[in-house]
């Protein structure tokens, strides 16, 4: 059995691409570029220390 190399290998890009997950990363990724362009402050080191704090502490209540 043969397989095309060029096509398994986009595979796994294009279930990304489809995939809510990368959907949700992608709107909140565009929704802090956004933020950080209209109030110039947004990606401050206390910022992304704040919101790395509250990810850490939803993951830790997710995994139980």
């Known amino acids: 059995m043969k397989t095309n190399s060029k096509l398994s290998n986009n595979k796994p890009i294009s279930e990304l ?3 809510t997950t990368f959907a949700v990363l992608l709107i909140t ?8 362009v ?15 704090r509250q990810i850490s502490f ?3 209540v997710s995994f139980g």
């Open 17 to 19: 691409f489809k995939s």
């Open 29 to 36: 990724v565009l929704i802090a570029v956004v933020v950080h």
């Open 38 to 52: 209209v109030t110039g402050n947004f990606f401050s080191s206390y910022n992304v220390s704040t919101v790395i």
């Open 58 to 60: 939803i993951a830790i």
